[in-house]
């Protein structure tokens, strides 16, 4: 069985994929109040439980790129799924801090795997001017999934208690892990796929200077370059300084709209709202840069364009602060996090453009780890800022991030990367 564009099937399973990764994500925060009263769990107790998630982000980054590129796409990723899904499971068995905070760790572990074995399945399946797309598809699951986990999780912890939301979510992921091992396979291998199809990802790969191979590296060779690479750090400081935008809207958005505008938990709800314009910034991001690179422009500077735009609108975060009304709130949250995701899905392509092939895993877990690192300190800046401040100054901090890491990007990451043999 042949199957037309079937490239566009693989970037939906890297979709749901993205969902079930954001929706057991989500539900700790969606069900902070009512999990913080059953426990008796303070802020700080909290916090310290969302940091050991991101500690463990940030290990897993470091060493899931690299058993990506060692395994291949199809059982890392079944892994890395299993894995988080079955940590999910446990959490609706936690009963103390202890507990919570460890099932949380062992989430991390295993949901960062997901976001350095979809990359890399999108270089392998689809050439430079569809690759924007296929990345904001994927990135906007994440967003769906933060959407939708508001109104699932809650409408699961309402009627049958909060721990049914973490087992039911966490069987759901259990499912797709297995589905996944049983339908993926490489391009070249894939019987579904049309003679025609391959044959344009592969040319569209040419034509961009990509080849699957390249020099062969030992493994010292291989952190050699990429920790030399200055394009690699500025990547990676980029992330560390961005991506905590996006945590803070899906860790602590919640509970500012709790502590500080009165929402009780089915209030909620509205968080929807936010997600749904992240959604609309992952894949925007992509048709704008697609659009740009179908006209004549280059790939990397399509993507640097579409982050100009996003760093003049980040900026504007100060603004849901100082909102009198809960429809000027929402308003500029939405464009804040849409701005941001179209950043977050532009960035991630051009890692796929700018590094190798042959060491792509491990250069993204490596660059990504940048960004678990940010909201881990983040994290930690927040409880501080909260406690001895207020909400407020964490909306200020936003307003210098994304212009300098795209200073950082344009300075040191815009010359193409030619990787050569160890000498």
């Not at 940091?51 to 790129?65: E, I, P």
């Not at 100009?308 to 308003?331: K, M």
Request: net charge positive; charged share 15%.
């Amino acid at each position: 069985m042949k199957i037309p564009h079937f490239r566009w099937s693989i970037a939906t399973l890297l979709f749901v994929l993205s969902v079930i990764n954001y929706i057991d994500r989500q539900t700790l925060s969606i069900l902070a109040p009512t999990i913080q009263e059953d426990l008796g769990l303070s802020d700080q107790q909290y916090g310290n439980i969302v940091s050991l998630f991101l500690v463990a982000y940030t290990l897993s980054y470091l060493v899931s790129g690299r058993i990506v590129d060692a395994l291949g796409s199809r059982i890392s990723l079944a892994l890395f799924a299993g894995f988080w899904s079955l940590a999910q499971v446990l959490t609706g068995f936690a009963q103390s801090v202890a507990s919570l905070g460890i099932c949380r760790f062992l989430l991390g572990l295993g949901e960062a795997g997901g976001y350095t074995a979809s990359p890399k399945v999108v270089a392998e399946w689809f050439p430079p001017k569809d690759r924007g797309l296929a990345v904001g598809i994927y990135g906007a699951g994440a967003s769906i999934g933060a959407t939708l986990a508001p109104l699932f999780v809650i409408g699961l912890a309402v009627n049958f208690g909060w721990r049914s939301a973490f087992l039911v979510t966490g069987l759901i992921g259990l499912v797709f892990a297995f589905i996944w091992f049983l339908l993926y396979r490489n391009l070249g291998e894939h019987p579904w796929i049309t003679d025609r199809e391959r044959n344009l990802i592969l040319e569209g790969q040419r034509a961009d200077g990509e080849a699957a191979g390249g020099p062969a590296l030992t493994e010292g060779a291989r952190w050699r370059a990429i920790l030399c690479n200055r394009g690699v750090w500025a990547l990676m400081v980029a992330r560390l300084l961005t991506d905590p935008v996006w945590y803070f809207f899906q860790f602590w958005m919640p509970k500012y709209l709790h502590t500080v505008r009165g929402f009780d938990q089915v209030d909620l709800a509205s968080m929807w709202l936010v997600f749904l314009a992240a959604d609309i910034g992952f894949v925007a991001s992509g048709l704008v840069a697609g659009l740009l690179i179908r006209r004549g422009r280059a790939p990397r500077p399509a993507r640097l364009f579409v982050m100009l735009g996003s760093a003049a609108l980040v900026p504007l975060a100060p603004l849901v602060a100082t909102a009198s009304t809960s429809v000027g709130v929402f308003a500029v949250a939405m464009i804040v996090v849409l701005a941001h995701t179209a950043w977050l899905a532009s960035i991630s392509t051009y890692v796929l453009e700018y590094v190798p092939r042959q060491i792509l895993g491990t250069a993204f877990g490596f660059i990504a780890a940048g960004s678990a690192v940010g909201g881990i300190l983040m994290n930690q800046a927040v409880v501080w800022t909260i406690r001895h401040r207020s909400y407020d100054d964490c909306f200020y901090a936003m307003i210098v991030l994304h212009p300098l890491s795209l200073f950082l990007i344009w300075r040191f990451a815009a010359k193409a990367w030619v990787l050569r043999p160890a000498t």
